[in-house]
Nanobody, 126 residues
Framework: QVQLVESGGGLVQAGGSLRLSCAASGLTFSSYAMGWFRQAPGREREFVARISVSDAITYYADSVKGRFTISRDRAQNTVYLQMNSLKPEDTAVYYC???????????????????WGQGTQVTVSS
């Protein structure tokens, strides 16, 4: 049974930082592309960042580029999202996701992923 478990969310002031973690189990972690998405109330789930199967390629939404960093620890079966210079508009539930290989640009969409975590709340106060 595949499980993706996010942690590290919380309440932070604007300009602050958080690091989200996503622990994966029940799948061959090194064979999956990993992504982070977020969903604010009343809005659709949107792409935030992704890392390729080989870790050679990372890609970010324009709204977080230069502030967020995605990384993977293969020994710990964990993917991270380091979030710096947080803004109130970053407030959302953040989800990690795992996608099978060779889906190219589809990884920027919800449909590019096969497994999802339950989400972790990030709230940025002004």
């Amino acid at each position: 049974q595949v499980q993706l478990v996010e942690s590290g969310g919380g309440l932070v002031q604007a300009g602050g930082s958080l690091r989200l973690s996503c622990a994966a189990s029940g799948l061959t972690f090194s064979s999956y592309a990993m992504g982070w998405f977020r969903q604010a109330p009343g809005r659709e789930r949107e792409f935030v960042a992704r890392i390729s199967v080989s870790d050679a390629i990372t890609y970010y939404a324009d709204s977080v580029k230069g502030r967020f960093t995605i990384s993977r620890d293969r020994a710990q079966n964990t993917v991270y999202l380091q979030m710096n210079s947080l803004k109130p508009e970053d407030t959302a539930v953040y989800y990690c996701a795992a996608g099978r290989p060779n889906r190219g640009a589809l990884y920027n969409r919800v449909g590019g992923y096969d497994y999802w975590g339950q989400g972790t709340q990030v709230t940025v106060s002004s």
